[in-house]
Each structure stands twice: as structure tokens, then as C-alpha cells.
């Protein structure tokens, strides 16, 4: 059983580029979410998505977006990275708004 | 948005039982009391969730006051392995909003 699968497991990347973190659950959970986790700042929501087709803003949505054309896959996209970016994401997964959210193991990205 | 109030940090001996508390003064009739926790380099992991009864599982049991304004997270018998983070949350249909939370050491 995978569960919910995040990629890459950490990246480097050059300030201004683009890159797409991947997210895939195969529990056919209906909302998945994405946070990014900062030292000292704890866990903030970036976008979310309660089900297939659509997507709302977190907390912290500023230069990323999202898609959500099936049910599985829910990636976010940096267009054009900066140096405050640099956080470790991760996803999640629960089968309906209101129930138990299932993270993934979180991607490492430095912006450098 | 409702919010809840942890203790930043408690310590613990192993082997022994663990009661991590959490006000939640604000919370409405319907808001679910989620708890998770964070292990180190590890994503939030679900640990156990309530409405109004107590509730059990095989990691751990959740007592809710009557009024529901507080609830208390037990680790009936702590281990190395339950050292983390743990985060008393409010669910709401957006997402998990996670405060600091509970850091929990245990003593060998």
C-alpha cells in the first residue's frame, strides 16, 4: 500500500526557475493539501483542494499554484522560485474535509 | 478561527503514562478534535480524533471534557519512540490548522 507519494524527496534549485513538486495518493481521497514547514513557523497551508476539479488558497499561497484534474494527483508549482521558498513541503490526503489527513514524507527544497 | 492552547514542551519517564493537554475555549458544536504527531524528519502522522465521547485506539486514547472546551491526549505507556511533536487540532472543512504544539520528551 503506497499511500501518498511525494517527488522528489529533496531538490536544489536555482532562484528564478520553475519546478513542480509531485503529490499522488492512491486512497481515492477526495481533498489533499499541500503545507510548507519552517523552522520556528510550524506547519502553514498553502492550497487546498476539497476534491477533484477544484482548489482554494491557504494561508500562505503567494507564488504558488496548484491543479487538481483527478481525483490522485495534486501538484504544486513555483513559476519562478525565490530564496523564501526554501521550506520543506509536504502533502496530504484525507477522504473527505472533515476527516483524518494522511501526510506524505515531505520534500527538502533550497532555493539558492 | 477556533484555536487551541498546548504546553510548549512536557517531559516524560518511559514506561510511564503521558497526559498532554489542550484548551480549546472557543470550540463550536460541530469542530472535531483532532490530535497528530511529528516525529523527527518525518510528516504529521494521524494519531486519534473525537467529538464529544472518549475515544480509543491502538496508540492512544483521547479524553473531552464535558463542556468540550478542554481535551487531554494519553499515552498509556510511553516509549523512546514517542518522542515528538504532537499538535492539538480544530478541523475545519479548509484544512488542519497547526499551532506549535506539544514538544514531548521521553526519558530513558
Known amino acids: 500500500i503506497a499511500g501518498i507519494t511525494q517527488a522528489p524527496t529533496s531538490q536544489i534549485l536555482a532562484a528564478g526557475r520553475r519546478m513542480t513538486l509531485r503529490c499522488t495518493q492512491d486512497?481515492?481521497?477526495?481533498?489533499m493539501y499541500w503545507y510548507r514547514q519552517d523552522l520556528g513557523l510550524g506547519l502553514r497551508l498553502i492550497h487546498y483542494s476539497n476534491t477533484a476539479g477544484t482548489t482554494g488558497k491557504g494561508e500562505v499561497p503567494d507564488g504558488y499554484s496548484v491543479s487538481r484534474a483527478n481525483t490522485d494527483d495534486f501538484p504544486l508549482t513555483l513559476a519562478s522560485a525565490v530564496p523564501s521558498q526554501t521550506s520543506v513541503y509536504f502533502c496530504a490526503s484525507s477522504l473527505t474535509t472533515m476527516t483524518e489527513a494522511f501526510f506524505g514524507q515531505g520534500t527538502r527544497l533550497t532555493v539558492v | 478561527d477556533a484555536k487551541t492552547t498546548q504546553p510548549n514542551s512536557m517531559e516524560s519517564n518511559e514506561e510511564e503514562p503521558v497526559h498532554l493537554p489542550c484548551n480549546h475555549s472557543?470550540?463550536?458544536?460541530?469542530?472535531?478534535i483532532h490530535w497528530y504527531r511529528q516525529l523527527p524528519s518525518q510528516g504529521p502522522e494521524y494519531v486519534i480524533h473525537?467529538?464529544?465521547s472518549n475515544v480509543n485506539n491502538r496508540m492512544a486514547s483521547l479524553a473531552i471534557a464535558e463542556d468540550r472546551k478542554s481535551s487531554t491526549l494519553i499515552l498509556h505507556r510511553a516509549t523512546l519512540r514517542d518522542a515528538a511533536v504532537y499538535y492539538c487540532?480544530?478541523?475545519?472543512?479548509?484544512?488542519?490548522?497547526f499551532g506549535k504544539g506539544t514538544h514531548l520528551i521521553i526519558q530513558p
Open positions: 487540532i480544530l478541523r475545519d472543512p479548509v484544512g488542519l490548522t
Open positions: 486512497m481515492r481521497h477526495n481533498a
Open positions: 473525537g467529538l464529544t
Open positions: 472557543t470550540i463550536s458544536g460541530t469542530d472535531y
